[in-house]
């Protein structure tokens, strides 16, 4: 088989001669055995060739439904991507959320004094009640992160500050009930 | 009611991060998926994969600095291709010994059908049987078109590591296909 008889050097720097990549010394010693060397000049034409069926090879269009399917299924995700974010910022964050949704939603039905417009039955507060314990549990515990991430004492009273309405409109609807 | 925090996370961020993110799946969704078209050889398999990436993409999004993003892309891509790859082998392996018989052959890819000539085909076929991480190589360089920079973002490699792999690559290439590459 005649491949064999270039020499190594020569047929390893094929590829970077096409690239112009040869050093200027490198360059002349391979220069020099390509102008006597016809193995040399066979093998140039085939890398030559191979580099251009290389880019004849397609790039590919990606199918419609690609697109779709992903925005369907981030759309419908409820969590939001990652933030940059500190950690406590997110256990506050999610404490003071909680806290408000929670007030927001079930104040007018258990709040002493309040008018609510519609009266809840004895189970739905009993059961209310119960979901907002439930809920307080979860405050509560982001509320601990995010003091102990705020460090110390001054971390938790404010954090407890922040969490003390949530805390006192439950124990204001277990007076109630 | 005042509760002493107006902390809010969603509303105009998120807005925000949906507009940049549709932004991003126009712009990346055809180079991902013909990367793992090439790698796979199977439509609806980099198709599943480019879905994957995607959404990974949507769950990083805010982590990732706009110039980070291509590579990051590439680089989840290839790593979720070579994964499926080697649990191809395995299942392949798994069936051959058990059901008995030989190892499943690979069949024809969608890449061999679009190459129309015999030797865009053998071309094909030697591209797959290259090495990890020649065969990404080539796919990145001479299908998806990308620098030598942008390759050593995504395979990690220097600019010199790549340079030099990719002229193996073609030589392996040319080594493989011989005279076919003579006119």
């Known amino acids: ?97 909680a806290a408000l949704a929670l007030m927001v939603t079930l104040g007018p039905a258990v709040l002493p004094g309040g008018e609510p417009e519609l009266q809840p039955t004895a189970q739905e507060l009993a059961k209310a009640r119960a979901d907002l314990a439930l809920a307080l549990g979860y405050v509560d515990q982001a ?32 007076d109630t009930i | 009611m005042n509760t002493g925090c107006n902390l809010s996370f969603a509303g105009p961020y998120d807005g925000v991060m949906k507009r940049r993110f549709r932004r991003l799946v126009k712009e990346h969704q055809g180079q991902l998926f013909s990367l793992a078209y090439h790698l796979l050889g199977n439509s609806a398999e980099a198709e599943d994969v480019a879905q994957d990436v995607l959404v990974k993409l949507w769950q990083h999004l ?24 080697r649990r191809r082998r395995y299942s392949q392996a798994y069936v051959a010994e058990t059901v008995g018989g030989e190892p499943l052959a690979v069949t024809e890819t969608p890449l061999d059908r679009l190459s129309s000539s015999d030797l865009g085909q053998r071309l094909a076929q030697a591209i797959r049987e ?26 990690d490699l220097s600019d010199s590591q790549v340079k030099v792999y990719l002229h193996r690559a073609r030589r392996k290439l040319r080594k493989r296909l011989g005279s076919e590459l003579d006119d």
């Not at chain 1, 191979?50 to 409820?78: C, H, K, W, Y």
């Not at chain 1, 922040?162 to 609807?173: C, F, I, T």
């Not at chain 2, 892309?73 to 290839?78: A, G, H, N």
């Not at chain 2, 990404?136 to 395979?155: A, C, F, H, K, P």
């Open chain 1, 1 to 97: 088989m005649t491949d064999k008889q270039l020499p190594t050097w020569f047929d390893e720097r094929i590829e970077a001669w096409l690239d112009d990549e040869l050093s200027g010394s490198e360059a002349a010693l391979f220069e020099a055995r390509l102008a006597t060397d016809p193995l040399l000049e066979r093998e140039i034409e085939r890398a030559t060739r191979l580099g251009a069926q290389l880019q004849d090879l397609p790039g590919l269009q990606a199918p419609s439904s690609l697109s779709r399917n992903v925005m369907e299924i981030t759309g419908n995700s409820f969590a939001l991507p990652k933030l940059a974010f500190p950690a406590w910022g997110w256990s506050l964050g999610g404490a003071c959320a």
């Open chain 1, 143 to 174: 509320g601990n992160m995010a003091a102990r991430q705020l460090g110390g004492q001054a971390g938790a009273l404010t954090v407890r500050g922040l969490l003390e309405p949530a805390r006192r409109l439950n124990s204001d609807g277990a």
């Open chain 2, 62 to 85: 805010a982590g990732l600095e706009a110039e980070r993003v291509k590579p990051w892309l590439l680089r989840v891509t290839r790593n979720a291709c070579l994964d499926l790859l």
């Open chain 2, 130 to 155: 290259l090495d990890e991480p020649f065969r990404s190589l080539v796919v990145l360089r001479d299908v998806e078109e990308l620098n030598y920079q942008e390759i050593g973002q995504t395979l």
